[in-house]
């Protein structure tokens, strides 16, 4: 659905405010084409040498161009409510968890039933202090550099100098995490256990429960906003 | 019927849209607010938030990647 | 044919998509990458390695740290690492839709106060991620979808990390 508004009366502004009428300009297109042939040839390449990293390849490409062209922002999910009062990423941001969830865990239960083994399983990460401060660090870190990081990557690609920045020092303090890595591993993380769901709750309970509480934070995020607008 | 141009090329989110959420508070209903932004978030929240609080919006792009929202103040 | 103001190019390729519809795109192409490569999307632990690699170009040796005692990864290199690809890959298909869209500019830094909340950011980010086990995307987005309750315990703190950024934000870096 187009975002320009086409009203009747479009606004009126002074001639004078105007900074300046649209340049004739030679479209970015043709440089756009030129690009998709070298991602492609890159592609091809790496796939020749190996499928899985062409697979990597054109997985990334996908989702940074899902980003873009959608503005997705996970940043602005979890920064919104508290800056702007807007909530409509942090609910587009919980459906992804929703859908991504089901398909998952389809995945994983087809395994399971089979005797196969879980796919996936080393993202379950134990539960220690490690989480607790590293993504409190990281929800700081994000709202004040500008981006997450796949949004990060997302305006490296759009151009943005500052997040080129962002992305140098992200590189940083990931080999400082990773030279305190031993440290905090036996101290912090190692005290903290995996915690997989359907281990608790079963298969069902587990994303059923899930579920429901995604959508109890979607109704919350709802009337979080209709409330901060009532509010003027 | 005052015309205020808000300035920012180069800012991050949520920058922009916070700037003009405290500009719009100093005019009066019929004022526009003219906001100048080259990021593609921007272009998407700002809109979104001001027709939200019931205000008249435009944008405009007015070179690649170059976007003035325009937003009449309504109440 | 003009493409400038054709419907499909319009929709496609111009104007933004709704938000939805990049969450309903972005998680079905999770849960094929999911199926087709074992594991699901991560996002900051490939750069620990860019950070070794690099820190090795400048005479830096790594060998003896515990995050690396598993060398193979280190060792195969940045061209046989899928997870660096796919970061790259990022980068490029954020490219390839803005330059599509004719939208692409380089946003040039404004001040200095941007470079040091970039800096400060980044490091936040890049350590916090590491001790956490994973950014936004592999640690949140791809924790919780693997019904993992780290995943939940992560949203929470990054959600408070996030409140308190957005107050550092208005009151140092506006």
Redesign the interface.
Known sequence: MS???K?EN??K??AS?R?????P?RS?IPIGIAVLLIVIAIGVLLTIKSVNLGIFWFIGIIFGFIL?RS?F?F??AL??PS??G?T?LTKAVLLAFAITSIGFTAIKYGAFIKGLPIPGQGFIAPVSFGTVIGAFMFGIGMVI???CASGTLM?VG???T??MITLLFFIVGSLLGAYNYGWWKLNVILKGEPIFLPDIFGWAGAIILQLLFIGVLYLAADKWEKRK?NI? | MK?V?LEC???????P???A?KKIEELDAGD?L?V?I????A???L???AR??GH???????????W?V?I?KVV | MDLKKNEYYLTVFKN?WTYVKGAVLLSIFQIVSFAATVNPWGVSGAFAYWGAWIFELFGGNVDKWYYFSNSATLDAGFINSASSLRNVGVIFGALLA?LLA????I????SWR?VI?AMLGGLLMGYGARIASGCNIGALFSGISSLSLSGWVYALFILLGAFVGGKL??KFF?
């Open positions: 975002e320009e508004v009203s479009k606004i502004r002074s405010s900074t300046r009428t649209r340049k300009k970015q873009q503005r922002c940043t602005a920064r919104d800056l702007t807007g409509s550099a500008g981006g305006r759009e151009g943005f500052m997040l607008n003027k | 015309e141009v090329y180069g800012e991050a989110c949520p920058i849209l916070v700037k959420q526009i003219i100048q080259d990021h593609s978030c272009m998407k929240n809109p979104e938030w939200k609080d008249n919006v435009e944008v405009d792009e007015i070179d690649d990647g170059e003035e325009i009449e | 933004p803005t004719s939208q692409f500019r946003k040039k830094l404004k941007q909340a934000l208005t506006m």
